[in-house]
C-alpha cells in the first residue's frame, strides 16, 4: 500500500494535485516510509482502499491515528487538497454504545462539531457504525456519512507535530492546519507556554522569617512560602502563603504581633503601672505594683510578659501595716476600733482603767502608717489619798493595797495611854482620792477614871497576892483597905467634880 503524505500548507499547481517540495512523504511501498521533518501538523492518505478497522490500524501503525475532525478550517483544507475517490475516506469517528466517539481522542462528538450530510446518520440497515468524509462530491462534498465499517474505502491519517516539549510541559499542545498552538495551563503564559505567572515580592514580616520553596522561580506560580515568628510573638494570619495562577497570593501577608499577657487589675489599696515596649499587656511589658499610704506589698512587686504570654509572677495583694499588738494594761481594758483588721493601719486603741485607777498617758493610740502606734501605751495607776499625819498622843497604823496612802488603803488610828480618840478610828481611801473619813484626834482622859483603873489595878494585885498567901483575914483586910480607900477616892472626886461621881460596885461589902 503506497501511503501519501502532505503538510497542511500543501496547494494545487495548474489544477494538479501535487507536493511542494521537502514537504511531503514521498510515495513508497507499504512498511517502509520515509517522513519530511516538518513543524506542522501533516495529513496521510493510503492509496488503496481498506475497511474502517484495518484503515485505523494502518494509521496507528504509521502514523498518529485516524484523522479527528477539529473544525471546519480543516474540512476546508482537506476537502482542498485530497485527491477525488468515489469509495470517499474514512475518519476517526465511530459509534460505541450509540454515541458518536472520535477515537484517537475518545471524545464524544459535540453538537458543535457535527458536520453530517443531509439526512445522515441514518443507519441503514441498523449497522452503520463508522464514518466518511465526501472528497470532491458534486453533493455536499466534506460532509459526513455513516457508513457500514466493513466497506473498503481509502484511509484518512494524520501525524501530530506536538511532542512532550512543544508547550514546556506547561500547556495543551493543539494541532492547526498549518501549525501548532500551545494552550497554555493556568499559571504559564507565553511562546510554548515557558513563563510562569509572577506573584508581588514578599518579605519577611518584622520580628519573623520568611522560607519560600520556588518551583518555577522566585515567586512565581506555585511558589510557596511559610512564615514562623520570633520567639515573644505569634503569627496574625496564615502560615503559608502560595502563588495563584491569578499572579495574586492565596492569603493576605501576616504579620507577627507580640505576644499578649492576661490584663492586669489593681489589688485593691493599690496601683499598677506599665512599661510597654510592643504595647499593652505584651512581651516584655513591665508592670510595677505599688500600694496606698499604710499598705505593704504582698509578693513580688514586678512583673514581667515573657515569651509564653505568661507574668513572670502572680498579681501580688496590699494588706494594711500592721503594728504591735497590745496587752491590757493592768487593771485597765483596750477597746480597739479597726478600719482594716486587728491593730492595723488607721485602727484606734482607747485604754479604760478599773475604778480607783486613773490613767497615765495618752488614752487613744493611732496605728499609723510605719506600723508604729502614735503613743506608747499608758498604764492604771491606782487613784492617791492625801498623806496623813499621826494626831498629837496618837499613831496611825496602814494597810496599803496598791501602794502608801492609795487606793483601798485603810489606816486605823490609836491614842497613847490616858488619851481617847476622838473620831473614827479607822480611814479607807476612796476611789475619789478622798478618805472616808476626817483624821481622828486624841484627848486627854477625865481624872477620875484614871483614878478608878489606878485603884482597881492595885486592888487586882493585892488581891491575887492575898490568895496566894490563903490568908482568909489578910484578903479581908486587903478588902477592907480596898474599900476605904476608894471610898477616899471617892471623896476627893466628889469634892472636885459632883458629876462623875459613882460607886463600883465590884467593891461593895456584900461581894466577899
Known sequence: MDPISFQ??????AGKWTCLPLLCLATVSFGLLAVVEVSGWTYHYSTTVQTWNESHDWCRTNFTDMVAIQNKEEISFLTQYLPNDSTH????????????????TNKTLTNNEENWAKGEPNNKRNNQDCVEIYIRRLKESGKWNDERCDRKKRALC???SCNDSSCNKHGDCMETVENYTCKCWSGFYGENCKNAVSCMSLHSPSNGQMICFDVYGTFQYNSECKFHCEDGYELTGTRSLSCQSS????????????????ALQSPEHGQIHCSDTFGEYSYKSICNVTCEEGFELQGKSSLLCQNTGEWSESTPSCSAVQCR??????????????TFG?????SICNVTCEE?????????????NTGERSESTPSCSAVQCRALQSPEHGQIHCSDTFGEYSYKSICNVTCEEGFELQGKSSLLCQNTGEWSESTPSCSAQNVSLENQKQAHTIAYTLTSLGLMLSGTSMAFG?????????????????????????????????DI
Not at 90 to 99: D, V, Y
Not at 356 to 368: P, R
Open 8 to 13: 497542511a500548507v500543501g496547494s494545487s499547481v
Open 89 to 104: 475516506y474514512w475518519i476517526g469517528l465511530r459509534k460505541k454504545n450509540n454515541i458518536w466517539v472520535w477515537i484517537g
Open 158 to 160: 494524520y501525524l501530530v
Open 247 to 262: 499572579g495574586e497570593w492565596s492569603e493576605s501577608i501576616p504579620i507577627c504581633k507580640a505576644v499578649q499577657c492576661r
Open 325 to 338: 499588738a497590745l496587752q491590757s494594761p493592768e487593771h485597765g481594758q483596750i477597746h480597739c476600733s479597726d
Open 342 to 346: 486587728e491593730y492595723s493601719y488607721k
Open 356 to 368: 480607783g485607777f486613773e490613767l497615765q498617758g495618752k488614752s487613744s493610740l493611732l496605728c499609723q
Open 478 to 510: 486587903i478588902k477592907h483597905y480596898c474599900k476605904k480607900r476608894n471610898a477616899g477616892f471617892l471623896k476627893e472626886d466628889k469634892d472636885r467634880d459632883k458629876t462623875n461621881t459613882f460607886e463600883n460596885p465590884a467593891f461593895e461589902d456584900n
